[in-house]
C-alpha cells in the first residue's frame, strides 16, 4: 500500500541535548580515570555520539563498526554481517558502544559476542533509544537515553530508508510503505 507517510515530533532537540548531558555526566563518572574507547555503531550513531563525546570530558578514542543485517528497511532480519570492523586493537580496554536504538535486541546481542571475543577490559553499551515492543533477545544497555514502548522513530541519526538522519529532533513516523 503506498500511502502519505506522516512524522510526529516525539522529543525535542531541547529535550535530547538535556538528556545527552545528563547521560554524559553519568558516564563521565563511571569512566573517570580511564581512556575508554568509544565506539560507534554506523550510521545511526554518528550524530548522537557526536555530542555525547564533545560532553564527557574524557581523554576517549572513538572507532566505529558498521554493521548490517539482511531483510527489510525498517527491522532487523536476525542474520548481522560486520561489513566494518573495529580499526584498532580492543583488548585489555574499556569499551563503550553507542547506538542509536535497541529493537529486536539481535544487532547488539550479536556484537556484545562479538566484541567480548576480543578480550576488552569491559563492553558496555550506551543507546539514545530502547524499543522494548519487539524485543527478542535478552539485550540489556547499561546506558539508555530514552525508553519508547514502540512506533518507528527517525530524526537525530535515525533513519527510514536513509531518510530522515538529519532532523534535529526525534520524530515518529507513520504511513510508511513496508513495516
Ligand atoms: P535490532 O537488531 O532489532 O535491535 O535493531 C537495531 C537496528 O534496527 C538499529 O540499529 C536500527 O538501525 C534499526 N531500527 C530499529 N528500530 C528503529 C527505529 O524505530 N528507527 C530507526 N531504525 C530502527
Ligand atoms: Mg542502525
Redesign the pocket.
Known amino acids: 500500500m503506498s500511502g502519505q507517510s506522516s512524522i510526529k515530533l516525539v522529543f525535542s532537540p531541547e529535550v535530547i541535548q538535556r538528556r545527552v548531558q545528563e547521560l554524559a555526566a553519568h558516564l563521565a563518572e563511571d569512566y573517570a580515570d580511564t581512556e575508554p574507547v568509544v565506539l560507534g555503531?554506523l550510521k545511526?550513531c554518528f550524530i548522537f555520539m557526536s555530542d555525547l563525546v564533545r560532553r564527557l570530558n574524557l581523554p576517549v578514542e572513538v572507532d566505529f563498526v558498521r554493521l548490517s543485517?539482511y531483510g527489510a528497511s525498517?527491522?532487523?532480519s536476525g542474520t548481522v554481517e560486520m561489513t566494518t570492523p573495529p580499526s584498532i586493537s580492543l583488548e585489555g580496554r574499556p569499551v563503550l558502544v553507542v547506538?542509536?536504538?535497541?529493537?529486536?535486541?539481535?544487532?547488539?546481542s550479536w556484537l556484545q559476542q562479538y566484541l567480548e571475543s576480543l578480550g576488552p577490559s569491559s563492553v558496555r553499551f550506551c543507546v539514545l533509544v530502547d524499543?522494548a515492543e519487539?524485543r527478542e533477545l535478552d539485550f540489556d544497555a547499561d546506558y539508555v537515553g530514552f525508553h519508547v514502548p514502540k512506533?518507528?522513530?527517525?530524526g537525530y541519526g535515525?533513519?527510514?530508508d536513509e531518510r530522515y538522519r538529519f532532523l534535529p529532533g526525534i520524530y515518529e513516523i507513520t504511513g510508511q510503505e513496508s513495516s
Open positions: 555503531v545511526g543485517s525498517d527491522t532487523s547506538e542509536d536504538i535497541v529493537d529486536t535486541g539481535r544487532t547488539l524499543k519487539r512506533g518507528f522513530l527517525v535515525l533513519d527510514y
